[in-house]
Nanobody
Framework: QVQLVESGGGLVQPGGSLRLSCAASRNIFTIYALNWYRQAPGKQRDMVAAITSGGNTNYADSVKGRFTISRDNAKNTVYLQMNSLKPEDTAVYYC?????????WGQGTQVTVSS
């Protein structure tokens, strides 16, 4: 079992930046892949970025070149650096890890991009 806690969301103007953090209750990121998802009001939850245990990364087309996923194994934390934010990036952002047959989710952090 693991607990995930997201932080770093907030209100930012278009073109601005935010860094989200996902802290895990134990060291899992060298073993399991971690994903960032987002869900806008009235829409499905979509994957935004992923980082494998080996450090390989993958991004949704909508965020490629703007978002960067990284991790700090010593802090059991994965980050999502978001640059050049757009209003359509507004959503609740969740981190997720699958351990065995179980998906674990954090509580989410709100990101609002608005002038």
């Amino acid at each position: 079992q693991v607990q995930l806690v997201e932080s770093g969301g907030g209100l930012v103007q278009p073109g601005g930046s935010l860094r989200l953090s996902c802290a895990a209750s134990r060291n899992i990121f060298t073993i399991y892949a971690l994903n960032w998802y987002r869900q806008a009001p009235g829409k499905q939850r979509d994957m935004v970025a992923a980082i494998t245990s080996g450090g390989n990364t993958n991004y949704a087309d909508s965020v490629k070149g703007r978002f960067t996923i990284s991790r700090d194994n010593a802090k059991n934390t994965v980050y999502l650096q978001m640059n050049s934010l757009k209003p359509e990036d507004t959503a609740v952002y969740y981190c997720n890890v699958m351990i065995g047959p179980t998906f674990y989710w954090g509580q989410g952090t709100q990101v609002t991009v608005s002038s």
